[in-house]
C-alpha cells in the first residue's frame, strides 16, 4: 500500500530532524572535550559560579558574542569582567 505524501513529508521531517540532533551532540573536530553536566556543575560550583539568567535586548547578546569570539572567551567570562569593571570592583 503507498503511504499518502502527508505522510511521506512527515516521515522524511522526522529523519531530518533526528539528523539534526545527532549532528547537535557530535563534538567539533579541534574542540575541548564536552563534559557532562554533573561534571561542568561540580567544576563551577568548586569555582563558586552560580548560574544567574538574565533577559537582554538581542542587539546587546549580539555585542557580547561577537567581543567573547574575537578575544578567544567564553560568554561568562565576558560578561564577568564587564559587570566587575561598571561596579568598579576589581578583576580576581
Given at each position: ?8 513529508a ?21 574542540a575541548?572535550p ?7 556543575r ?16 538581542q542587539?546587546?547578546?549580539i555585542?557580547l ?28
Open positions: 500500500m503507498a503511504m499518502k505524501p502527508a505522510d511521506l512527515r516521515q522524511k521531517g522526522s529523519k531530518i530532524m533526528g539528523q539534526m540532533k545527532q549532528e547537535r551532540g557530535a563534538p567539533r573536530p579541534g575541548a564536552v563534559l557532562e553536566r554533573r561534571e561542568q561540580k567544576l563551577d560550583q568548586a569555582a563558586g559560579l552560580v548560574p544567574f539568567a538574565v533577559k537582554l535586548d542587539r546587546l547578546v555585542q558574542t561577537a567581543l567573547a569570539a574575537s578575544r578567544g572567551q567564553s560568554m561568562t567570562e565576558v560578561v564577568d569582567e564587564l559587570l566587575r569593571r561598571g561596579l568598579g570592583i576589581p578583576p580576581d
